[in-house]
């Protein structure tokens, strides 16, 4: 990523904690629940995963969630004139900053990480 890419990503910051705060505004019962056994993880990319293999309903799950994430990336990166790919990662850097003790995240390393007390770790290019 350019030194300018950056500038715009940490410009973006501010509207991509407000798009984390609605993201967790709008948890179904099934999604709190899944995330909360560890089924589930936020990734860097910006979109939920898939902990482990998982049943046919929780990948519908999620592929249904990442569907309306890529719809908000795309509708807020075009006003942020930035690609949907950068305004994708600085959320994905903020979800996984907001994961709290117990919850799974997609480490740098493309391993689960549980969360512990601890600040996950985080891609060193997130703002």
Same mark, same amino acid.
């Given at each position: 990523?350019? &030194?300018?890419?950056?500038?715009?990503?940490?410009?973006?910051?501010?509207? %991509?904690?407000?798009?984390? &705060?609605?993201?967790?505004?709008?948890?179904?019962?099934?999604?709190?629940?899944?995330?909360?056994?560890?089924?589930?993880?936020? =990734?860097?990319? /910006?979109?939920?995963?898939?902990? /482990?293999?998982?049943?046919?309903?929780?990948? $519908?799950?999620? !592929?249904?969630?990442?569907? $309306? $994430?890529? &719809?908000?990336?795309?509708?807020?990166? =075009?006003?942020?004139?930035?690609?949907?790919? !950068?305004?994708?990662? @600085? @959320?994905?850097? %903020?979800?996984?900053?907001? @994961?709290?003790?117990?919850?799974?995240?997609?480490?740098?390393?493309?391993?689960? =990480? @549980?969360?512990?007390?601890?600040?996950?770790?985080?891609?060193? $290019?997130?703002?």
């Amino acid at each position: 990523m350019s &030194a300018n890419s950056l500038l715009r990503l940490g410009a973006m910051l501010g509207l %991509v904690v407000a798009s984390a &705060a609605a993201f967790a505004q709008t948890r179904d019962p099934a999604y709190a629940a899944a995330r909360a056994a560890g089924e589930v993880g936020e =990734q860097s990319d /910006g979109y939920l995963g898939v902990v /482990g293999a998982g049943d046919a309903a929780l990948h $519908r799950m999620v !592929e249904d969630i990442n569907i $309306r $994430r890529k &719809a908000v990336y795309s509708e807020r990166a =075009q006003a942020q004139h930035a690609t949907v790919e !950068e305004y994708a990662f @600085t @959320t994905g850097c %903020v979800l996984i900053a907001k @994961t709290q003790p117990g919850e799974k995240y997609l480490g740098p390393n493309g391993v689960w =990480q @549980t969360r512990g007390n601890a600040p996950p770790l985080r891609d060193s $290019r997130c703002p």
